[in-house]
C-alpha cells in the first residue's frame, strides 16, 4: 500500500476521531504493516413551493474510514463531518485484543460474552477473558468490570447515569460431540458500595445490587431424528445489599444454606425445555419455557418474566423440497404467583407455504393470528367497594400475505410477472362491547423485462392500498414505470422511474402527485490498486402535486444528490 492515499486520510483521522475498536483477529507475525478505508463526501441540495417544511437547502457529509492492521490485529478509525453537526470523540476510548492460537482465545480490554441467556447473556466488561476448545470440550471464563462508577454531578442533572462500580466473573464448562452437548455456567456480581464518594439523591432510586445464577443445558440426539434439549437456571438476587442484616433467610432450605442466602435475597428459576422429531420431510417440536417473576441477573441487560410458554412447532417438505409447509401454534400465561390485578393470555399461531417448480412458479403464502385475552379480577378491601366487575377484554390481530410469480424466457431476454396481496384485520374487545376495528387491504400487480444483451431492463407496476379504521376509509393507488442502462463493461448506470398516485379519503379525492426520479453513477476503472476504487453518484428527484385540499398551497418539491467515493 502506496502513501498517496494513506497520508491525507491519516490526517483525516488524527484530526478527527469518532471511535477505535480493536478487533479480534489471530496474531501474525509474518504480516507487517498494512491498510484499508474510503473516504465519502456527499452533497444533498433541497427546494420545494412550501414555506413551512423547515429543511436546509444544502447539506453536505463527509465520511472516512481507515483500518491499520499489524501482526494482525485490525486497528479501525472512522469520522464523519457536516455542516449540521460533528461526531468525534478521543480515540481509544474503546479498546479490544483477541488473539488466538489454535484453540485458545484471549480477550483483553472491552468486550462481551455469552453463556447462557439466564446467566451471561452478552453484556459489555472491561477486564480478560479467555476461550479453549480443545476437540469436543468447551472450557470459557472471564473477570471484568461490568459497570464503572459514575458520581452524581448537580450541574450535569446525570441522575439517570449515575451507578456503583460492578465486578464480576463468570465461568462455562461444556462438550459437544456423538449427538450429546451439555455446559453448565456460574455467574457472580456485586456492586461496590464505597466506589462512590458522595451522596446519591433519593430521586435517583440507585440501589448496589448482587447476584449469583447458575444454569445446566443437556441436548441429546437420539436414533438420528429425535432429539429432547432442557435447560434449568436459577438466580439469587439481591436488590439492596445495604439492608443485608446478615442474618440467614427464614425457614433456610439447603440451597439457601449453600449459597449463603440472606433474609433479603430472592431465589427465582428458570426452564427450558424441548422434544421433537426433524426428519428431511416432516418434523415436529413441542417446546416448554418457564420464566418465574421477577427473574433477573446482573449478565444481561433485558430479561423477560413472569411468563410460561407452550409452543408446538410442525414442518412438511414435499415433491422433493418444493413444496414447504411450516406452522406455529403457541400459548403464553403470566401471573405465575397469581399476585397480578391482571391475568393475560395469549395465543400466536402462524402457518406458512411455499411452492416453486424452479422454472417459471413461484408462490408463497402466510398467515399469523396474534389473540390477547385479559381478565381483570375484582379487588374487594373492607373499607372500598370496587365498581368494576370483573372484566374480560380481548385483542386480535390476523394478518394474511400473498404471491404469485411467473417468469419465462431465455438467457438473452427474460420477462416475469408477480402479484402480491396482504390483509391486516385488528379487532378490540371489551366485555359485550367492540371497538378499534380496521381492516387494512394493499396489493401490487407488477411485470418486468431484461434485455441482457442490450443491459436493459425495464418494469410496470400498479400499486394499492385501502385502509378502513377510525371511522375513516383512505385509498391510495397508482401506477409507475421504471427502468435502467448500463454500458458494456458496467462502469456507466443509468436509471428512472416515474409514477402517479391518487389519494381519496371517505370517498372524496384528497390529493394526486407525480414522482419523477431520474439518476447515474460512474465507477472509474481501477489501473493500478495504489490510485484506489473512485465512483460518482448523481440523482434528481421531483415529486409535483396536481392537485390537493391542503390550505397550504404545496406545488412542488425537488431534491438532488451528488456523491464522490474512494476506497483503497
Known amino acids: 500500500m502506496k502513501t498517496k492515499f494513506l497520508i491525507p486520510a491519516l490526517l483525516l483521522i488524527v484530526t478527527q476521531l469518532k471511535a477505535v475498536d480493536v478487533s479480534p483477529d489471530a496474531i501474525d507475525f509474518k504480516k507487517g504493516l498494512t491498510a484499508s478505508g474510503g473516504l465519502n463526501f456527499n452533497n444533498t441540495f433541497y427546494t420545494g413551493s412550501d414555506s413551512l417544511i423547515n429543511r436546509d437547502p444544502y447539506v453536505y457529509t463527509l465520511c472516512g474510514n481507515l483500518n491499520l492492521n499489524y501482526l494482525g490485529i485490525d486497528l479501525p478509525f472512522s469520522f464523519a463531518l457536516s455542516n449540521t453537526s460533528k461526531e468525534y470523540t478521543q480515540p481509544f476510548n474503546r479498546f479490544q485484543v483477541a488473539p488466538k492460537y489454535k484453540w485458545v482465545r484471549l480477550y483483553l480490554g472491552s468486550a462481551s460474552m455469552t453463556f447462557s441467556p439466564y446467566t451471561l447473556a452478552g453484556h459489555d466488561f472491561r477486564g480478560v477473558g479467555v476461550e479453549l476448545t480443545p476437540k469436543n470440550w468447551y472450557i470459557g471464563a472471564m473477570y471484568g468490570r461490568f459497570l464503572k462508577a459514575v458520581e452524581y454531578d448537580p450541574m450535569e442533572d446525570n441522575l439517570d447515569k449515575v451507578a456503583y462500580k460492578r465486578m464480576g466473573y463468570s465461568a462455562k464448562v461444556g462438550w459437544d460431540g456423538n449427538g450429546t452437548s451439555v455446559n453448565a455456567t456460574?455467574?457472580?456480581?456485586?456492586?461496590?458500595?464505597?466506589?462512590?464518594?458522595?451522596?446519591?439523591?433519593?430521586?435517583?432510586?440507585?440501589?448496589?445490587?448482587?447476584?449469583?445464577?447458575?444454569?445446566?443445558?443437556?441436548?441429546?440426539?437420539?436414533?438420528?431424528?429425535?432429539?429432547?434439549?432442557?435447560?434449568?437456571?436459577?438466580?439469587?438476587?439481591?436488590?439492596?445489599?445495604?439492608?443485608?442484616?446478615?442474618?440467614?433467610?427464614?425457614?433456610?432450605?439447603?440451597?439457601?444454606?449453600?449459597?449463603?442466602?440472606?433474609?433479603?435475597?430472592?431465589?427465582?428459576?428458570?426452564?427450558?425445555?424441548?422434544?421433537?422429531?426433524?426428519?428431511?420431510?416432516?418434523?415436529?417440536?413441542?417446546?416448554?419455557?418457564?420464566?418465574?417473576?421477577?427473574?433477573?441477573?446482573?449478565?444481561?441487560?433485558?430479561?423477560?418474566?413472569?411468563?410460561?410458554?407452550?409452543?408446538?412447532?410442525?414442518?412438511?417438505?414435499?415433491?422433493?423440497?418444493?413444496?414447504?409447509?411450516?406452522?406455529?401454534?403457541?400459548?403464553?400465561?403470566?401471573?405465575?404467583?397469581?399476585?397480578?390485578?391482571?391475568?393475560?393470555?395469549?395465543?400466536?399461531?402462524s402457518i406458512n407455504g411455499s411452492f416453486s417448480d424452479g422454472k417459471h412458479w413461484t408462490t408463497s403464502l402466510s398467515y399469523s393470528n396474534f389473540s390477547n385475552y385479559t381478565k381483570y379480577k375484582k379487588q374487594a378491601y373492607p373499607y372500598y367497594v370496587d365498581q368494576l366487575d370483573t372484566l374480560n377484554y380481548y385483542q386480535v390481530n390476523q394478518n394474511m400475505t400473498g404471491m404469485v410469480g411467473y417468469s419465462w424466457g431465455d438467457s438473452l431476454h427474460t420477462q416475469q410477472v408477480a402479484t402480491t396481496a396482504s390483509y391486516q384485520f385488528g379487532n378490540q374487545e371489551k366485555g359485550n362491547e367492540s371497538f378499534a376495528k380496521q381492516h387494512i387491504w394493499s396489493g401490487a400487480l407488477n411485470f418486468g423485462q431484461s434485455f441482457v444483451k442490450q443491459r436493459v431492463n425495464w418494469g410496470a407496476f400498479v400499486s394499492m392500498n385501502y385502509a378502513d379504521a377510525s371511522m375513516?376509509?383512505?385509498?391510495?393507488?397508482?401506477?409507475?414505470?421504471?427502468?435502467?442502462?448500463?454500458?458494456?463493461?458496467?462502469?456507466?448506470?443509468?436509471?428512472?422511474?416515474?409514477?402517479?398516485?391518487?389519494?381519496?379519503?371517505?370517498?372524496?379525492?384528497?390529493?394526486?402527485?407525480?414522482?419523477?426520479?431520474?439518476?447515474?453513477?460512474?465507477?472509474?476503472?481501477?489501473?493500478?490498486?495504489?490510485y484506489g476504487s473512485h465512483s460518482l453518484n448523481a440523482s434528481l428527484g421531483l415529486t409535483n402535486w396536481l392537485e390537493t385540499n391542503n390550505q397550504v398551497r404545496n406545488d412542488y418539491e425537488f431534491l438532488a444528490n451528488l456523491s464522490y467515493s474512494v476506497s483503497f
Not at 440507585?206 to 429432547?228: C, D, G
Not at 440472606?262 to 422429531?277: E, P
Not at 409507475?480 to 458494456?488: A, P, Q, T, V
Request: proline share 3%; hydrophobic share 35%; charged share 20%.
Open 472 to 530: 375513516m376509509e383512505s385509498l391510495y393507488w397508482g401506477p409507475g414505470l421504471n427502468g435502467s442502462w448500463s454500458n458494456k463493461d458496467g462502469q456507466f448506470n443509468v436509471h428512472a422511474s416515474v409514477a402517479y398516485n391518487v389519494n381519496d379519503l371517505n370517498g372524496t379525492r384528497n390529493s394526486s402527485l407525480l414522482n419523477s426520479n431520474l439518476g447515474a453513477s460512474y465507477s472509474l476503472k481501477q489501473i493500478d490498486q495504489k
Open 186 to 349: 456460574f455467574f457472580h456480581a456485586k456492586d461496590d458500595v464505597s466506589s462512590l464518594d458522595f451522596a446519591v439523591p433519593a430521586e435517583a432510586d440507585l440501589h448496589p445490587k448482587e447476584n449469583t445464577a447458575i444454569s445446566a443445558y443437556l441436548r441429546q440426539s437420539i436414533y438420528k431424528y429425535f432429539f429432547v434439549q432442557a435447560e434449568y437456571a436459577f438466580s439469587l438476587y439481591n436488590s439492596d445489599i445495604r439492608t443485608s442484616d446478615g442474618a440467614p433467610a427464614v425457614g433456610s432450605t439447603f440451597m439457601d444454606k449453600l449459597f449463603g442466602r440472606k433474609g433479603n435475597d430472592r431465589f427465582v428459576d428458570a426452564l427450558n425445555a424441548s422434544a421433537g422429531y426433524a426428519g428431511e420431510i416432516w418434523g415436529l417440536s413441542l417446546c416448554y419455557e418457564r420464566i418465574a417473576p421477577y427473574y433477573q441477573t446482573l449478565g444481561g441487560y433485558y430479561f423477560t418474566d413472569d411468563k410460561e410458554d407452550y409452543t408446538i412447532s410442525p414442518y412438511l417438505k414435499l415433491w422433493k423440497g418444493k413444496i414447504n409447509l411450516n406452522g406455529k401454534l403457541g400459548f403464553e400465561f403470566n401471573n405465575l404467583n397469581d399476585l397480578k390485578a391482571n391475568d393475560n393470555r395469549r395465543v400466536v399461531g
